[in-house]
C-alpha cells in the first residue's frame, strides 16, 4: 500500500528534491558543491528571515540543539527551560548533562506558556543566562509566544533566548532577525521537505558574544569552527553531501513559493483541520495550535494507538499517537512542509471513517465538509 | 565533464544504492523502517566482524571519534594517541577539547608507528586509558599495525585501544572480535560506498565496562541510550532514513561479494597502483601502504596542487591532494569501495599523461602496462 506521511517528521520529500540526491555525488571540495553550498546558505537566511549566518550541520535535530548548548554557556550556568512537552524536556535533559543548572518553568501538555510566568522566574533568579523554549512542542502541537518571549529577553544584556524551531520554520513566521531570537535551531526532516540527517543553528551577534565565553567542552558541533569554514563555503567535518543537494532543491521550491504565500497555506492546512475536528464533535489539546500539527483529543472509548493503526493498515496514512501520558489519548496530524488542501481532505475522510468504525458516533461527511468550507471560503 | 572520484571521501556510490535512497521515505517507527534497520544491523556486524551491536549514528565520522572518546572516559584521564597525520591529531583535538591528558606517540607523517614505542609509552606512564590510532591515516595513505597494538593493550586490564577505521572498514581486515579491537569507528562515504552523513561505532564488552565509569558529558552521543533504542531497531533520535535505507543497498552488495573477496580485490587494485607509480619512476608516501588509498612524491619541480588541477580539468578526475606540510608535495589516489581495475587503468593512464605534460619525463605507458600486468598475473 502507499504509505502518506502524516507525521511531524519525517514528512513527505518531494520527487524533485528526491531525484536530486540521487545524482552521483561530488566532492565537498569540489567547486561545484562550494557553489551548492553558497546557494543554500542564502536560501537558509531566507528562512531564518536573518542577516547571520545559518549553519550546517550533519546530524538530527537534537545535535543543533546540543550544539546551542555547548557553544554559548558554561558548566553552572542556570537556564530557564520551559517544559510543557516531551521536547521541552529534552532542553532540561542536555543542560543537565552538560552540569548546568536548570530552572525548569512548567505549562500543562497542551498549553503556551503564560510569559508573565517566564519573566517572574528571571526577576527572582538574575543568574539565568538563557531561557530555551520551542517554537512549536512537537509532542501537544502547541505554539509557544516567542515573540513574546523575545521581548522580555531583550532587555536583560546577560540572558539570551535559544528557540528549537524544529517543527515550525518554514511553514510559520519565526522572523530571527526582527524578533531578537538569539539562537534558532531548525532540523531537514520537517517543514524543509527533506529527509532527516541534517541540521541549522543560526546565533544573534549577542549570542556570539556568548560563544566567546562559553567554556562547555565542543568538538563536532563547535560552532566558531564551523562558522570559520562554512563562511568559505565548506564544512568544518565532512557534510551529509546529498541531502545538501536535496537542500538546494527543496530551498529553490521554498523560494519559488514564497515565504509568506508557504506560512499562509499553513495556516489555511491547520484552519481546515481543526474545523473538521470540531465539526466532528472533539477537542484540540492544543490551546495556541500550531499551523504545524494538529493533535487532537480523543473521546473516552477511542483507543489512539488503535486509531493509528488502522488509518495506517486501511490507507496507509501515517499519523503520530501521543506521548508519555498522551500515549493512546490523542493523535497527531502533521501538515508541514509538502502538503496541499488535499492532503487534508483525504486525512480528514479516513479519520472519519475510523472513527466511526470504532463506534463513535459521527456522520460521515461532516469533518470533511467543515474542511471544505474551508477550502471554498479560501476561492482556492 | 562526468565527474570521476578518486578522493579519499566522499567515494562513488554505486548507481543502484542511489536509486534506493531516491524511494520515498518512510517513518522511522514504522515496522518496514525496524526491518530495515534489523538488516543493516546484522549487515554491519558482518563488516565490523564482531559479535557486539554496530551503533548507526547520523553524523559524519568525526561525530563517530568524539562519541568514542566522551563515552568510555573521564576529565582527567590519560590517552595515548599515535599521530602521524592529520588524523591522527584529529584524536589529539577531540580529547583536548574535553580535557583529556593526551600522551602523544608521534611517526614521521608516510611511516607506520613502531609498536614498541607505544609499548614503552605504556609501560612509562600505567595512567594511560586508552590507545588511540587510525587503521588507515587517509593524510598519508599508511596502514598503521593494528593487530600488533591490540596485543600490547590487551595485556592491559584498565587500558582500552581504540581505532579510527573510518577509511579502512569495508576494504581491510580489521577482524573486531578476533584482534581484540575495544572500540572501531567507521563513516559511510569511504568504503561502504553510501555518501557522507552516518558513522558506526561498535564497542568490545571491555570498552562497555569503560563507558559504566565515564564522566565525560554527553547528550546526542550518549552510547548507552543509542544501544537501548538500536536493540529494538529504533535510534535514540531521528535517524537519517534515506542513507540507512542506502546502507542496505551497499551492505547487500558486500555480502554478495563476499568480505574476502572484497579485502583481495583492494589489495589488488592497490598492487596495481603501486606498482605503475614504481614504473614511472616515482615514490610512495607511506612505507606500510594502505589498500584503501595511494599517496605519491612527486619529484620536485611537480607542484601536486596543479596536477591535481589538469587531472580534474581534462579528464574529470578528481584526487587528493596533500595536506599541513605535504601540500603540492604528493598526491593521493584512493580505491576504496566501488572501484575496479578499469578504475585504476584508467587513473594511471591520466596521471602518466599529465605527468608528462607537466615536464617530468615518463614514457607514456609505463605506469599503465605495470599495472595491466598486475590485473594479467592475476588473470581475472
Redesign the interface.
Known amino acids: 500500500m502507499k504509505?502518506r506521511?502524516f507525521?511531524p517528521?519525517?514528512t513527505?520529500?518531494p520527487e524533485r528534491v528526491?531525484?536530486s540526491?540521487?545524482?552521483?555525488?561530488?566532492?565537498?571540495r569540489?567547486p561545484a558543491f562550494e557553489e551548492v553550498f553558497r546557494e543554500v546558505r542564502e536560501g537558509l537566511k531566507y528562512v531564518f528571515q536573518t542577516e547571520q549566518d545559518v549553519l550546517i550541520l550533519?546530524?538530527?535535530?537534537?545535535?543543533a540543539m546540543?550544539a546551542a548548548v555547548v557553544n554559548t554557556l558554561c558548566e553552572g550556568d542556570a537556564v530557564l527551560v520551559v517544559r510543557g512537552g516531551k521536547f521541552g524536556e529534552r532542553w532540561a535533559?542536555?543542560c543537565e548533562?552538560?552540569?548546568l543548572r536548570v530552572v525548569p518553568v512548567d505549562a500543562v501538555w497542551g498549553e503556551a506558556i503564560d510569559p508573565i510566568l517566564v519573566q517572574r522566574s528571571l526577576e527572582a533568579d538574575p543568574e539565568i543566562r538563557a531561557v530555551m523554549v520551542q517554537a512549536c512542542e512537537t509532542s501537544t502541537g502547541v505554539l509557544h509566544p516567542v515573540k513574546e518571549l523575545c521581548d522580555i529577553v531583550r532587555e536583560r544584556e546577560d540572558t539570551i533566548i535559544i528557540v528549537d524551531a524544529i517543527s515550525a520554520l518554514g511553514a510559520v513566521d519565526l522572523p530571527m532577525d526582527r524578533w531578537g531570537i538569539d539562537v534558532m535551531v531548525a532540523?531537514s526532516?520537517k517543514a524543509l521537505m527533506l529527509?532527516?540527517?541534517l541540521s541549522f543553528v543560526a546565533l544573534s551577534e549577542k549570542a556570539w558574544r556568548f560563544v566567546k565565553r562559553s567554556t562547555?567542552?565542543?568538538?563536532?558541533?563547535?560552532l566558531e569552527a564551523e562558522l570559520r569554514s562554512q563562511r568559505k563555503n565548506q564544512t568544518h567535518?565532512?557534510?551529509?553531501?546529498?541531502?545538501v543537494v536535496g537542500l538546494r532543491e527543496a530551498l529553490r521550491m521554498i523560494k519559488e513559493e514564497g515565504l509568506q504565500n508557504i506560512f499562509e497555506r499553513h495556516k489555511l492546512l491547520a484552519r481546515a483541520v481543526q474545523e473538521a475536528v470540531r465539526a466532528m464533535g472533539l477537542e484540540l489539546l492544543a490551546d495556541s495550535p500550531s499551523p504545524t500539527l494538529t493533535a487532537i483529543k480523543l473521546p473516552s472509548g477511542i483507543d489512539g494507538q488503535e486509531l493509528k493503526r488502522r488509518l495506517e493498515d486501511r490507507y496507509g496514512l501515517?499519523v503520530a499517537g501521543g506521548q508519555e501520558h498522551l500515549k493512546g489519548r490523542i493523535i497527531r496530524i502533521a501538515h508541514m512542509g509538502y502538503f496541499e488542501p488535499s492532503d487534508i481532505l483525504q486525512v480528514v475522510a479516513a479519520l472519519e471513517l475510523e472513527l466511526k468504525g470504532m463506534g463513535y458516533p459521527v456522520e460521515l461527511g461532516r469533518g470533511v465538509s467543515a474542511a471544505q468550507k474551508v477550502f471554498e471560503e479560501a476561492d482556492l
Request: no cysteine; charged share 15%; hydrophobic share 35%.
Open positions: 504509505k506521511l507525521s517528521g519525517p513527505p520529500v528526491l531525484l540526491m540521487a545524482e552521483p555525488l561530488f566532492h565537498h569540489d550533519a546530524s538530527s535535530g537534537t545535535g546540543e535533559e542536555i548533562a552538560y552540569g532540523g526532516q529527509p532527516p540527517g562547555l567542552p565542543k568538538y563536532y558541533f563547535d567535518f565532512t557534510p551529509a553531501i546529498s541531502l501515517i
